[in-house]
């Protein structure tokens, strides 16, 4: 879409009714404009980020400080809002957003992850933070912290989407005198388990959420989706595997990788050529991931889908048709044209779900509202779900400013 004051040049007249469909599955999408611009904290260094200090910076990629900066400061935000004592991070991986809302900003934060060796590693970051953060404080003595720095409490466990779990909803010690009252957050939190925090919203000990969902194509029908009555009785609401797998992809990267027109585009059209081979060699195998292949655009298109057979585990030898082959490869714009209407909807598809989500919280009597919260060129999954149990009204706007 054209920028304030910019004018639409095309090569030929596109057919009204594609650029019908372009306007209305704009006009029907959440936006995914954040209220500031590029963001400032990139200007000077696109790898490090001006507003974390170095010791939050290390180990982690632009994108993800830019993620749990945002997120930890909305978080941070609307715990003061809300009152809340404990913040609980679900699916909290290496524990990056788990270890600047605790030794950061200040929160009481238990992160909750499922698979031991990330937490082994989160544990060991944590360590290395404390460390770097005693040496900066001892280089400036003149700076003084408000009070004890607490590293965040991790739990090994596995959230199920349709159970409650209990050790999510229990508080660490002290308990404060009125009762917890838990903050639940994740970042990217994966298929279910966006689904999961939405369930546990309903507990009494919960009073806010701040979630980010991702990886829309891992979740579960029914129970994943649809969740709200009002999703659920509309006609035609289903989401099939390849709509939910195309609203994950990152639409902005996209657009820039078309209108530098490289040979990087050869890829989709490879991928579609190696899952004919593969549906004729075992057509029970639907849609195997295949691990990134590097120089695609270097390769025969033969080399590539043997180096893809080899990935999901079947002979490379396999006899191919080379003429076919050919013939798959001579539709390479075809297939990208094809991916390109796929992207144009996929923004209606993540808001499909996205206000599934709201609705379904709405539904219980809730308060709740989708933010932009993520630069999409640097996030492309960039709208949090807030969820709050009393209204916070005007307040809500002071969740998604960007300080500056």
């Not at 048709?321 to 992207?343: D, G, I, P, T």
């Not at 989500?357 to 509202?369: D, I, M, N, S």
Request: with cysteine.
């Amino acid at each position: 879409m054209p920028g304030e004051g910019e004018a639409v040049r095309y090569r030929s007249v596109w057919p009204l009714t594609l650029l019908a469909l372009k306007s209305t599955a704009h006009a029907l999408a959440f936006t995914r404009t954040p209220g500031f611009q590029t963001p400032s904290e990139f200007l000077e260094n696109p790898s490090q980020s001006s507003r974390l200090t170095a010791p939050f910076r290390k180990h982690v990629r632009p994108k993800k400080q830019h993620e749990i900066r945002r997120l930890g400061e909305l978080v941070k935000k609307l715990s003061d809002l809300t009152g809340c004592t404990q913040v609980v991070d679900i699916g909290s991986g290496q524990g990056h957003l788990s270890r600047f809302m605790s030794l950061g900003l200040g929160l009481t934060v238990k992160s909750i992850e499922g698979d031991r060796r990330l937490v082994e590693r989160a544990q060991r970051l944590d360590r290395e933070l404390l460390q770097a953060l005693e040496k900066e404080e001892k280089r400036s003595p003149q700076v003084t912290r408000a009070g004890p720095r607490h590293s965040p409490h991790h739990v090994v466990r596995w959230v199920e989407p349709t159970a409650l779990c209990k050790e999510l909803l229990l508080p660490l010690e002290p308990l404060p005198p009125h009762g917890a009252r838990l903050l639940l957050t994740g970042l990217h939190a994966c298929g279910d388990l966006s689904v999961a925090l939405l369930r546990h919203f309903s507990c009494p000990e919960v009073v806010a959420l701040a979630s980010v969902g991702c990886c829309y194509m891992k979740l579960s029908e029914p129970g994943g989706y649809p969740l709200s009555q009002w999703v659920a009785g509309l006609r035609g609401s289903e989401l099939p595997y390849r709509l939910r797998e195309g609203a994950c992809h990152a639409l902005e990267d996209y657009a820039e990788r078309l209108q530098r027109a490289g040979p990087g585009l050869r890829t989709h059209c490879y991928r579609a050529a190696l899952e004919t081979v593969i549906r004729g060699a075992r057509p029970e195998l639907r849609r195997p991931g295949v691990q990134g292949i590097p120089r695609v655009h270097e390769l025969k298109i033969e080399e590539y889908v043997q180096r893809g057979l080899r990935r999901v585990g079947l002979d490379p030898q396999l006899p191919l048709n080379l003429a076919a082959l050919r013939a798959h490869q001579a539709q390479e714009n075809r297939v990208v044209a094809f991916f390109s209407l796929a992207l144009l909807l996929a923004p209606l598809v993540e808001t499909l779900i996205l206000l599934d989500r709201l609705l379904y919280l709405q539904e219980q009597g809730f308060h709740a509202e989708l933010l932009p919260i993520f630069s999409p060129e640097l996030s492309p999954r960039n709208l949090v779900l807030v969820a709050t149990k009393s209204p916070l009204g005007e307040a809500f706007s002071l969740l998604e400013t960007e300080d500056s």
